[in-house]
């Protein structure tokens, strides 16, 4: 059976117990302080090390000797004008190892003239890739030889 109690009773207010306070937590990190800590760690272990060894062959590797370019790809940037460049590059018939070869405005003829040159340019007996063949020998980037054969 329930218990009785008067109104009185029920008003009453119990007394407050004394209880010690927790230690009040540690004051909470900004979130972007802890993302940049976490990636300045997370670079430092992404990041790779290089190391200053170089393997010396005891006997060097020999190549097949390269006899035959062939133009592979002309590329020409003619806008904007401080950025004008010309590109070819040239494949090995046997090997497949490419060279390019490139005119800007720091060679000799610069790109510009190079495209100047081409926009005038008869190409009925001088095709395209046999100029641009001439050319990348003239720049140094191909050594002498003789340019034969149909173009393209």
Do not use: Y
């Not at 272990?45 to 020999?62: D, Q």
């Not at 133009?71 to 904007?80: C, D, G, K, L, Y």
């Amino acid at each position: 059976m329930p218990k009785v109690i008067s109104k009185k009773e029920a008003i009453k207010k119990p007394s407050p117990k004394k209880v010690p306070l927790p230690n009040p937590p540690d004051p909470p990190v900004k979130p972007l302080v802890k993302k940049a800590l976490m990636l300045v760690i997370a670079l430092a272990l992404a990041s790779p090390a290089f190391a200053e060894e170089v393997l010396t062959l005891s006997a060097p590797e020999t190549k097949p000797s390269i006899t035959n370019w062939r133009p592979s790809q002309i590329h020409i940037i003619a806008q904007p004008a401080e950025s004008r460049t010309v590109t070819v590059v040239v494949e090995d018939t046997i090997t497949h190892d490419t060279r390019t070869c490139m005119w800007d405005g720091n060679t000799t003829p610069t790109a510009a003239t190079i495209i100047s040159t081409l926009n005038t340019a008869n190409l009925t007996n001088n095709s395209l890739q046999k100029r641009a063949m001439t050319a990348a020998q003239n720049l140094g980037c191909l050594a002498a030889g003789t340019v034969a054969g149909t173009p393209q």
